[in-house]
């Protein structure tokens, strides 16, 4: 893998997980008042707030938070195209990759926020502001596997079957949409 690849992709996948974060943080109606949350929208506020005069939100999702990340995704692509490819870049070829790749950021967005809750649960005493955030991400998707399988023994093995669900649907969207 190129050193400039790698930079510039890294970079691109971070502030995209950023402004995914913001749409998740606002649809599962986290703490705006938490720190973690208040360094999401202060990182996408610059761009998200004028988009926002333009394209009005429908309900609880946010129109304009979310095209700012299709375009995040779409300007990736873009760029690693021109900059690493010599093939032409076809705008409408762009837009779907650009979309796959929104929502295999936000699997991986999801599956990282899995991980540091389950290791946060080991060593942390609960009073951490971004554990808060990351626990009110993640329950809504763990407290239905909780009904279905309750912790034995105080061990919760939510984390784990959501991991592994999470995991089946990353393959199973590679190995169908993976040709595109």
Same mark, same amino acid.
């Given at each position: $893998? ?8 890294t ?11 913001r749409?998740? %943080? ?11 949350s #208040? ?5 996408t #506020?610059?761009?998200?707030?004028p988009?926002?005069r333009?394209i ?9 938070? *979310?095209?700012l990340?299709?375009?995040? &995704?779409?300007a ?7 900059? *690493?490819?010599s093939?032409?870049i076809?705008?409408? &070829? ?11 950021q936000?699997?991986?967005l999801?599956?990282?926020?899995l991980?540091?809750?389950?290791i946060?649960?080991w060593?942390? #005493? ?7 955030v ?6 809504? $998707? ?9 912790p034995i023994?105080? %061990?919760?093995?939510s984390? %784990?079957?959501a ?14 949409l993976? &040709?595109?």
């Open positions: $893998m190129n050193a400039s690849y790698f930079l510039v992709d970079l691109f996948n971070l502030y995209l997980m950023v402004v995914i974060l749409l998740w %943080l606002q649809f599962a109606r986290a703490d705006f008042y938490n720190p973690f #208040q360094f999401v929208v202060k990182a #506020q610059p761009i998200v707030a988009m926002r333009v009005p939100s429908m309900g609880r999702f946010d129109t304009a938070t *979310f095209v990340a299709l375009i995040v &995704a779409c990736k692509i873009t760029t690693i195209g021109l900059l *690493f490819s093939a032409s076809n705008p409408i &070829a762009v837009l779907v990759i650009g979309a796959f790749t929104l929502l295999k936000f699997l991986s999801i599956f990282w926020m991980i540091l809750r389950a946060l649960s060593v942390s #005493q609960g009073g951490n502001p971004f554990e808060q990351i626990a009110q991400l993640t329950e809504p $998707m763990l407290a239905p596997i909780r009904r279905i399988i309750p023994g105080g %061990l919760d093995l984390v %784990l079957v991991i592994i669900a999470l995991q089946f649907i990353q393959l199973l969207l590679q190995q169908y993976g &040709a595109l």
